[in-house]
């Protein structure tokens, strides 16, 4: 694996998907904590009609927390996309909009 540091810019345009394959949506910018200097969110737009289907008619993108995200490489893997959004009961991590 190469440790090779990369500015965090290089992931935005990059197409996000569930570690099920599902498509989730595309990274449009990143959410960071200044003082903590770290990448708390991505805010993705061009969103999966079926999982976003109020998001994506109105235009608005989704920001999902950092702490889904399972890989960054030539795609992004999240964490339990599709069961969240479909089960908003679990306020925490519920993804916001």
Request: net charge negative; charged share 25%; no cysteine.
């Amino acid at each position: 694996m190469d440790d090779t540091p990369q500015e965090i810019t290089s992931i935005v345009g990059r197409e996000v998907y569930s570690n099920s394959g599902v498509f989730v949506g595309e990274i449009e910018d990143l959410q960071l904590n200044i003082d903590g200097q770290v990448v708390t969110g991505l805010a993705l737009g061009n969103l999966n009609r079926e999982l976003f289907s109020q998001e994506a008619q109105s235009g608005q993108g989704v920001i999902v927390p950092y702490r889904w995200v399972r890989s960054v490489g030539d795609v992004v893997l999240v964490n339990e996309v599709v069961e969240r959004v479909r089960d908003p009961d679990d306020e925490e991590d519920e993804i916001l909009a």
